[in-house]
Nanobody, 123 residues
């Protein structure tokens, strides 16, 4: 059974850092492009970043350029999102997702999602 389990969210002060983890179950992580999205209530999910199969190629949305780093360790079936210089505007639920192809900045290109992990940045 395919499952994605995120962890690492929490409350942090502005300017601080958090590292999110996403453990994949039920499939070979190295066969898929993986991504992080985030969502605040009443808004659509926003693309944060994705990482290609071996981890050598990454792509970032405007949200996290220069502040966030996506990575993966296929041997551990895990994808990470290191978030630095956090601001209150980064407060959201962060989701890990598996792509099946298509436009990889669109949430519709991802077929499995984790339950999300809450990140709250206080001012």
């Amino acid at each position: 059974q395919v499952q994605l389990v995120e962890s690492g969210g929490g409350v942090v002060q502005a300017g601080g850092s958090l590292k999110l983890s996403c453990v994949a179950y039920g499939f070979r992580l190295e066969d898929y492009v993986m991504a992080w999205f985030r969502q605040v209530p009443g808004m659509e999910r926003q693309f944060v970043a994705n990482v290609y199969w071996s981890g050598t190629s990454t792509h970032y949305g405007d949200i996290g350029k220069g502040r966030f780093t996506i990575s993966r360790v296929n041997a551990k079936n895990t994808v990470y999102l290191q978030m630095d210089s956090l601001t209150p505007e980064d407060t959201a639920v962060y989701y890990c997702a598996r792509s099946y192809g298509g436009n990889l900045i669109m949430s519709s290109s991802y077929d499995y999602w984790g339950q999300g992990t809450q990140v709250t940045v206080s001012s």
